[in-house]
C-alpha cells in the first residue's frame, strides 16, 4: 500500500486486502440503513446524466446498491469496505480483482452528519477519476440529504393524515393514547378549544383538474399552506376540502378571515370557494362534533348559494338537509305534481329570486329582468299549478322548503 501523506490519498493494490474474505464482512441486511437501495438508483440516474464514468454507490456495510452497471448491484465492494472500516478521505485502487469485486478507480466516503454511511466509486484511471471526484461526491451527499429530508417530510405528513383522521372521525368519547402520542409529535394541543372551519371548492371542474394534475393539486395546497402560516393555525386537507382549526374568535372576525382567504383564492387561482363554519358559541364538544358541525354547514353553503355559512346562523337549512332523498322527492311531487325538469328548474329559479328579495316584488323582477306584470303572471301560473301562493304567510313556508329540498337534490 503507497500512502501520499499530502492530499491523504490511499492507493491500494487488491492484492493487499484479499486476505479478508467476502463473507466476514457480510451482515445482515435487516438494519436501519440511510442510503436505501431506492434513494440510491435516483441518485445514480441524476449523477449518470452529467458524468460519463460508471459510477457504483455502495451502502454502509459496502455493499453495492445502485450502479451505472447492473452486473455489479448486490456484490461485496471490498474497496468500499476498506474507506468504511478504516475510516478514509478516499482511496484509489490500482487494478482489477474480479475475487474481491472491485475495479480500478477511486471510492469516497458519503458523509451525512459527520458520518459515512456510504460509500461512491468511479471506475477509470487515477488522472481522470481523481478530477471529477470530489464533485460526485458532492452531488451525491447534497442529492442524499435532499431525499432524506423528503422521506422525512413523507413521513411526517403520513402521521400527520393519520392524527386529523383519528381525530376527526374517532367517535369514542374518551381521547385513545395513540392520538395522544401523535398529538404531541404534530405539536397540536387536542386539549385547546377551538372551532372548525371547512373550505370547499365550487367549481366541479376545478376539482376534476385538481385530482388529475397534481401539479395543479399541489398549487391549491402551498395557498392553504400560506394561510396556515400565516394566521398560525393548522389546516388539514381532505379530498377537495380544507379543514382549518381555528381559535375561538368573534363571529364578523371570522367572517372577515374567511373572506380574506376566498377573495385571495379567487384572485390567485380564478376558482370558487364556499366556507362552513362549525359553532361559534359551542365549545366544549369533541372534534368529530365540530366537523360534523362544519360538514353540514358547508354543504348548506354549497347548497344555498352562500359564501360564508355559520352553523348557527340557520337550524332550518341544517335539518331539512338531513331528510333523506326519498321524501325529498316525494315532497316535491306532492306540491307540483308531475312536470318536466325543466319547467321545475325555472319555478326553482323563481322561488330562489323571490326570497331573496325578501318578497318584494319589484327587486325581485329587477334581479330576474321581467316586468313586474310578467313576475304577477308567473306567481299566479304557480297558484294553479300547486294550489299554494307564496305571496301568502302561511304558504311561504311550503315553498321555502321545496326550494331548500331542490337545491339538496341538485347540488
Known amino acids: 500500500m503507497v500512502v501520499n501523506t499530502n492530499n491523504d490519498r490511499f492507493v491500494v493494490n487488491c492484492t493487499l486486502i484479499r486476505g479478508n474474505s467476502e463473507h466476514s464482512y457480510k451482515k445482515e441486511r435487516g438494519m436501519s440503513m440511510i442510503l436505501s437501495e431506492r434513494i440510491a438508483k435516483e441518485i445514480i440516474q441524476e449523477v449518470a446524466i452529467v458524468v460519463s464514468t460508471n459510477i457504483n454507490i455502495m451502502d454502509e456495510i459496502g455493499c453495492i446498491i445502485a450502479s451505472t452497471n447492473p452486473d455489479r448491484i448486490g456484490l461485496l465492494h471490498m474497496g468500499a469496505v476498506h474507506v468504511l472500516q478504516d475510516e478514509l478521505d478516499e482511496l484509489f485502487i490500482q487494478e482489477e480483482d474480479n475475487l474481491m469485486n472491485v475495479m480500478p478507480g477511486l471510492n469516497l466516503p458519503i458523509i451525512i452528519d459527520g458520518r459515512a454511511v456510504g460509500v461512491v466509486g468511479l471506475t477509470g484511471p487515477l488522472e481522470e477519476v481523481s478530477q471529477i471526484g470530489k464533485i460526485v461526491k458532492k452531488m451525491t451527499e447534497v442529492l442524499l440529504r435532499e431525499r432524506l429530508s423528503k422521506q422525512k417530510q413523507d413521513a411526517y405528513n403520513i402521521q400527520r393524515d393519520h392524527f386529523f383522521d383519528n381525530l376527526l372521525y374517532n ?193 325581485c323582477a329587477e334581479n330576474l329582468f321581467i316586468h313586474p306584470n310578467t313576475l304577477q303572471y308567473k306567481l299566479r301560473k304557480l297558484v294553479k299549478i300547486t294550489g299554494r301562493d307564496v305571496r301568502k304567510i302561511q304558504d311561504s313556508p311550503i315553498f321555502y322548503v321545496a326550494l331548500i329540498f331542490y337545491e339538496d337534490l341538485t347540488y
Not at 370547499?200 to 395557498?223: A, C, G, M, T, Y
Not at 376566498?262 to 384572485?267: A, V
Not at 333523506?324 to 325555472?346: A, D, Q, W
Open 171 to 363: 367517535k369514542e368519547t374518551a381521547v385513545n393514547q395513540d392520538i395522544i402520542n401523535l398529538s404531541s409529535r404534530i405539536g397540536f394541543d387536542i386539549a385547546k378549544p377551538r372551532l372548525v372551519i371547512i373550505f370547499q371548492l365550487v367549481d366541479e371542474q376545478e376539482i376534476v383538474n385538481s385530482v388529475n394534475d397534481q401539479e395543479h393539486w399541489n398549487k391549491l395546497n402551498r395557498f392553504f399552506f400560506t394561510v396556515s402560516k400565516n394566521n398560525k393555525f393548522e389546516i388539514y386537507q381532505k379530498n377537495d376540502q380544507w379543514v382549518a382549526f381555528v381559535d375561538f374568535m368573534n363571529k364578523n372576525e371570522i367572517a372577515n378571515l374567511c373572506e380574506r382567504i376566498e377573495i385571495d383564492f379567487k384572485n390567485q387561482h380564478g376558482s370558487q370557494l364556499v366556507v362552513g363554519v362549525s359553532s361559534i358559541t359551542q365549545r366544549n364538544l369533541g372534534y368529530p362534533s365540530l366537523f360534523s358541525q362544519a360538514q353540514k354547514a358547508v354543504k348548506a353553503s354549497m347548497n344555498h348559494h352562500h359564501d360564508i355559512f355559520f352553523y348557527d346562523d340557520s337550524s332550518l337549512e341544517i335539518l331539512l338537509s338531513n331528510i333523506n332523498t326519498l321524501t325529498k322527492h316525494e315532497y316535491l311531487e306532492e306540491l307540483f305534481g308531475v312536470i318536466e325538469e325543466r319547467e321545475l328548474s325555472k319555478i326553482m329559479i323563481l322561488l330562489r329570486e323571490y326570497f331573496i328579495s325578501e318578497g318584494s316584488l319589484t327587486t
